[in-house]
Every structure is written in C-alpha cells, then in structure tokens.
C-alpha cells in the first residue's frame, strides 16, 4: 500500500435488520452475525497495521427501538464484554467505551469498567465502541464540564482544551470514516472529529462487509489527497 498516514478508522455498522428481513429472518440474527463482523474488522484492521478503529454501535437515538429489541443488543454488549477477554488477548486489542455509560445497567458498567482495565496494557490495537453515543449529547456534556471547572479556575477555550472535554479524548480523530448499508449520512457519529475525516458509502449491508472491500477502501483512501485547507 501507499505510505499515507492510516491512525484511526471510524465505521458505522448499519444494515443488520435489513440484511435479515431480506434473508427472512428476524433483526436480531442481523444483530448476531454483525457482531460477528466486529471481531473480523478487529483483525483485519489490526493486519493493515491500523492502530484505532471506532465503531458505533449503540446511539443515544437507539433506546427509542422496541424494548425486546434493546434487551436483545443489551444481551449482545454483554457477551461482548464478559466472554470476549480471550479473543481480545490473541488479538492484543485494547477496548475502550465512549458514550453515556451510566444509562446501561450496573452489571454491563461494572463488565466495562473490568475489560478496560484487563486490556489497557495491550498494544496491538485499540478498540473504540460508541455505546450510547450522540454527538450532540457529548459536546453539550464537554460545554457542561467546562462551565462547571470554570467555577473553580480560569479555563481558556481552545479547539485542544475543549477536546479535553469529550468522551473521546484519548481517541484520536478518525482519517476516514465507513459507512455500510447505504445510507449516506453521518447520523451523529463524531461531528465534532470528523471535520476532516474522508467519507466512504458503501451498500453493502454491515453481516455481508468484506475483508476484499476493507481492503479496497483502505487503498483508495491512500490514493485521495488531503489539503487540510491549504
């Protein structure tokens, strides 16, 4: 591949209910098999050398779906984070959570709080997963904590110290941001660090997202050129 500078890719993992309508089946096997396709882009990413990826896979506008339909992702989060720990260790990947984690119940926070502690020392890859994210709540969660440090120190407002505030603080920003199932739009999903992400749409449907088309991505990716405004 060209030498380009590929730190961190964000995905928005979106067309599993629609896979499985089309395959007569109902949206959590969508659900299932997408969570599937999260470990492979976890290797993938890894194999390319890519450092951070940052998938969405819960949005603050997700608790409006179904009650049974949430339970269900709920149950997916749950064996992502109490039965994936030996996965994560072959693949040396570090997991990190962003987003209103104090909505889930206490024993997925007490499980976030366990994996990102058993997995802040690997170096192989870093996982980011938006869990309950929006990014209309976070950057009025970042403009609050700011208000309320302000009461005790003078805080300058800078683009550096107002990023300080965001649950993505550790995260740097995402070079090009995928999104499956074709919808071609953002939908909350980093508005704040993708300013100068590149943009890809494909219509693949998230179960059926290829190593072939990661692959194919991540070289046009490298072939575009990026001026920052210069």
């Given amino acids: 591949m060209k030498d380009k ?10 067309g599993n209910r629609r896979w499985a309508k089309e395959r007569g089946l ?10 599937e396709k999260l470990k492979d ?20 506008e997700n608790w409006k779906r179904s009650e049974v339909e949430v339970n269900y992702l709920m149950k997916i989060f749950k064996k992502l984070i109490f ?11 570090r997991i990190v959570f962003v987003g209103q984690i104090d909505r889930f119940s206490e024993d997925i926070q007490r499980g976030i709080k366990d994996i990102e502690s058993e997995t802040k020392e690997n170096k192989g890859i870093t996982l980011f997963i938006a869990l309950s994210y929006g990014g209309r709540s976070e950057i009025l969660n970042a403009v609050s904590g700011i208000l ?9 407002i800078t683009e550096d110290n107002f990023a300080r505030y965001l649950w993505t603080k550790d995260m740097p920003d995402p070079d090009l941001i995928i999104r499956t199932g074709g919808e071609m739009r953002l939908s909350n999903f980093l ?23 990661f ?4 070289l046009d990716f490298k072939d575009r050129k990026q001026r920052f405004g210069k």
Avoid at 26 to 35: F, K, L, M, P, R
């Fill in 191 to 213: 508005p704040w660090q993708s300013i100068y992400s590149e943009l890809f749409f494909t219509k693949t449907y998230w179960p059926d997202f290829s190593k072939k088309e």
């Fill in 26 to 35: 109902n949206s959590y096997d969508g659900h299932s098999v997408g969570y």
């Fill in 148 to 156: 309320n440090d302000s009461k005790n120190k003078e805080i300058e």
């Fill in 41 to 60: 882009i976890t290797s993938w990413a890894k194999d390319l050398q890519i450092k951070n990826v940052v998938v969405y896979a819960f949005s603050t």
């Fill in 215 to 218: 692959n194919e991505i991540i």
């Fill in 5 to 14: 500078n590929l730190d961190c890719v964000g995905i928005i993992m979106d």
């Fill in 83 to 93: 039965e994936e720990l030996n996965f994560l260790k072959k693949e040396n990947a």
